[in-house]
């Protein structure tokens, strides 16, 4: 008679409790993992057992033709393995976990439903499913929200200051799809930003947003100021993505922020956008603000010139000039393309996919057709021909790059890398397009090359932001620096 066994039938002779089964039928539900239990005792103990099995959430079933009971799960696991499932669909679909597992569709959807309980072999299975990340709680000097997230380049900077991300909002299904496959996330992710309460986010020391720019309607500010209305940034910023950004600020009061945006947002609208933000943040909010372009290229073997805007709550002696920009050295191409030469990483996440291991090459998708070639090459030479620099740009090894786009993925004409004169040029693969954001190779890439591609255009320079945010982390710090030496600091 096994322990198992015994266990049973002492769970089985006590007396059956609706509300909670017997602490013996607790040991039972850690113990068991009964496969083809076959009970010899009486028709009363054979339906106990069936009784405990509800009782604890077990998966007992009585297979009549060979007169045996199964105990498929104990409660903890089934537990357990019903997390992982819903952990695991937040990065797979359905029919992506039941190709996985081996199983229709139709298992895994009861499965969600808890119409029936995932089997053990599952949890594993599951579990290989899940980003391989470093524990949910990274860092913790300070914490922060994640606004406009995009695939996480700018979580990445802050986790790597020592910030631990609280809130992430992003409503694009795909880019949330590659941000939970590469973060530990404790919360979901809110999607539109614009129906999403401030009330709902928790405290944070920093807000970070890499927020679209969009122009702010001068009617609209009219209309409302001939109505007699308060000129608060309420009235002037309503119905932009800014003012989602300001109302959060407002209510929550952080220690700091970073917005991010491109380099026009100065000049947009002939700078009238840049100047109701700046006046919102300094004068309607109160924060300290630090603007700076900041080149990529002295990260990255890439020109990529962003406005970064910083603001305190509290003026604080933070100086851009302080920024530290890589090695020092501006990086060129080199050290992003894949390695002919044998010393391209092999990463198991990638495969052969960017990369093809055994001729050492890239493969041929990434090659333009000489259509297409022909077609750019006619282009750039009506335009220059025209007197103007339109076209596409060829890189070799030693060069810096243009900026790369979101629509990276229409022709990659920005960046072409040079095959051999004569030879069509080929795209960057979407490998090569993380390394030139500063993307470390451990970050996976779950969506098509077109996603990715717009993904990685969409993003920021990682090594970039993180630079900005050591710089910024002495005076938004709880633990590191308290409040008399940020006094200290402030200028
Ligand atoms: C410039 S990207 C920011 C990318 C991000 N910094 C990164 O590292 O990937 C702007 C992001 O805002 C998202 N977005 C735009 N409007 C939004 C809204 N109303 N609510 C939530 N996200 C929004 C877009 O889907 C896009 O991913």
Redesign the pocket.
């Known amino acids: 008679m096994t322990a198992t066994f015994r266990l049973l039938r002492r769970a089985a002779d006590s007396p059956v409790s609706a509300q909670e089964p017997p602490p013996v039928a607790a040991a039972i539900a850690r113990k068991s993992q009964l496969r083809g239990f076959v009970p010899t005792g009486t028709l009363a103990f054979r339906k106990r057992v069936l009784r405990y099995g509800q009782l604890l959430g077990q998966n007992v079933r009585k297979n009549s033709r060979r007169q045996t009971m199964t105990t498929v799960l104990n409660t903890a696991t089934n537990a357990a393995t019903y997390d992982l499932l819903v952990a695991a669909r937040r990065h797979r679909t359905q029919a992506e976990i039941a190709h996985h597992l081996g199983v229709d569709v139709r298992t895994v959807r009861r499965w969600e439903l808890r119409q029936s309980s995932p089997p053990p072999y599952a949890a594993h299975a599951l579990q290989t499913l899940l980003p391989l990340q470093l524990p949910l709680s990274r860092g913790g000097d300070f914490t922060f929200i994640d606004l406009?997230?995009?695939?996480?380049?700018?979580r990445l900077a802050f986790e790597d200051a020592g910030g631990r991300c609280v809130f992430t909002?992003?409503?694009?299904t795909y880019?949330q799809k590659t941000y939970l496959e590469n973060f530990s996330c404790d919360h979901d992710i809110a999607?539109?930003?614009?129906t999403t309460s401030e009330h709902e986010i928790p405290d944070h020391d920093v807000l970070v947003a890499?927020?679209?720019c969009q122009p702010f309607s001068i009617a609209g500010v009219s209309k409302k100021k001939s109505l007699g209305r308060m000129h608060g940034f309420e009235d002037e910023t309503q119905g932009t993505?800014f003012f989602?950004i300001a109302r959060i600020i407002a209510h929550k009061r952080p220690r700091a922020f970073l917005l991010?945006n491109v380099k026009n947002l100065k000049t947009h609208d002939r700078g009238r956008t840049f100047d109701v933000i700046r006046r919102t943040l300094v004068d309607d909010l109160g924060y300290d603000l630090h603007v700076r372009v900041v080149d990529g290229a002295a990260w990255v073997p890439q020109h990529r010139e962003r406005i970064l805007l910083v603001g305190f709550r509290d003026a604080v002696a933070f100086d851009w000039d302080l920024v530290k920009a890589g090695t020092g050295e501006a990086p060129t191409l080199r050290a992003i393309l894949h390695r002919t030469d044998g010393s391209e990483p092999r990463l198991a996440w990638d495969g052969n996919r960017f990369f093809d291991h055994e001729t050492r090459q890239v493969p041929a998708k990434y090659t333009l057709t000489s259509h297409l070639w022909r077609y750019l090459q006619e282009y750039k030479r009506k335009h220059a021909a025209a007197g103007n620099g339109f076209g596409f740009g060829l890189v070799e090894p030693d060069s810096v790059a243009r900026t790369l786009s979101a629509r990276y993925f229409k022709d990659g004409s920005e960046i072409l890398v040079s095959q051999g004169v004569n030879l069509p040029p080929r795209r960057l693969t979407p490998r090569e397009c993380a390394r030139l954001m500063g993307f470390p190779d451990s970050f996976r890439i779950p969506v098509s090359d077109t996603r990715a591609y717009k993904?990685f255009g969409?993003?920021?320079v990682v090594p970039a932001i993180r630079a900005v945010a050591f710089l910024m982390k002495p005076f938004v710090c709880r633990s590191a620096i308290g409040e008399p030496e940020l006094a200290m600091l402030a200028a």
Do not use: H, K, M, Y
């Not at 909002?169 to 694009?172: L, Q």
């Open positions: 406009f997230a995009g695939i996480g380049g700018t909002s992003e409503w694009d880019a999607g539109d930003i614009r890499g927020f679209p993505l989602d991010e993904q969409n993003s920021v």
